[in-house]
Nanobody, 126 residues
């Protein structure tokens, strides 16, 4: 069971855009909630954007609302994070994530995912 990042992060200028993608292997994304987390230097890992099972609910951190969009392609078993209007505060290692527990679920207020793939560094320069 693992996530593989197909589109690695990188260096992008402030106000620029970047799209991250992760492919899941060994399990089907259609059966589990999926999301993206990030960890900035010196800070705790935080949930950025998440989708519940069946895409019933979407969670976005307040800091990325209106700028980031999470999506999934079940046929390709991939999850994406489109990041627009990037800011320096978005600099972090980004992780795709899921959970194999049935509770708690992803809601618009909470993203309780606890299984992360290998991270990819996104650096936003001024």
């Amino acid at each position: 069971l693992r996530f593989s990042c197909r589109r690695w992060g990188g260096l992008v200028q402030s106000d620029g855009s970047l799209r991250l993608s992760c492919a899941a292997s060994g399990f089907s994304l259609s059966h589990f909630p999926t999301g993206w987390f990030r960890q900035a230097p010196g800070k705790e890992r935080e949930a950025v954007a998440c989708l519940s099972s069946g895409d019933l609910f979407t969670y976005y951190a307040d800091s990325v609302k209106g700028r980031f969009t999470i999506s999934r392609d079940f046929a390709k078993n991939m999850v994406y994070l489109q990041m627009n209007t990037l800011k320096r505060d978005d600099t972090a290692v980004y992780y795709c994530a899921t959970t194999f527990h049935s509770r708690p679920q992803v809601t618009p207020d909470e993203c309780p995912l606890d299984y992360w793939g290998k991270g990819t560094l996104v650096t936003v320069s001024s």
